[in-house]
């Protein structure tokens, strides 16, 4: 069956930099768009970024828009959040998922599978 792996969450200072991992199994990662959300305590969860099925056309969320860069390797079967400068704000669970189509989608129903999550904790 499908399923999504997450990993690079930590704990970290402002301005420090983490790179999120999101290995997928069980499906052909290049027919389809990938992306990240992020959720916290009693807020919705919400799109960070997210990329088609051939890396070219991204789309970015305006809070993170100049820090985070995506990319996916699917020869690997590998999609990544780059994250530079981060600030506390963007403490969260962070999750990848695999969308039902190729072309970008900034909505949840949209992706079928969802990884498990990984924890990205930014504070002195």
């Known amino acids: 069956q499908v399923q999504l792996v997450e990993s690079g969450g930590g704990f970290v200072q402002p301005g420090d930099s983490l790179r999120l991992s999101c290995v997928l199994s069980?499906?052909?990662?290049?027919?389809?768009?990938m992306g990240w959300f992020r959720q916290t305590p009693g807020k919705e969860r919400e799109v960070v970024s997210a990329?088609?099925?051939?890396?070219?056309?991204?789309y970015y969320a305006n809070s993170i828009k100049g820090r985070f860069t995506i990319s996916r390797d699917n020869a690997k079967n590998t999609v990544y959040l780059q994250m530079n400068s981060l600030k506390p704000e963007d403490t969260a669970v962070y999750y990848c998922?695999?969308?039902?189509?190729?072309?970008?989608?900034?909505?949840?129903?949209?992706?079928?599978?969802w990884g498990q999550g990984t924890q990205v904790t930014v504070s002195s």
């Open positions: 990329i088609n099925w051939s890396g070219e056309n991204t």
């Open positions: 069980g499906r052909t990662l290049s027919a389809y768009a």
């Open positions: 998922a695999a969308s039902s189509k190729a072309a970008i989608s900034i909505v949840h129903h949209d992706y079928s599978y």
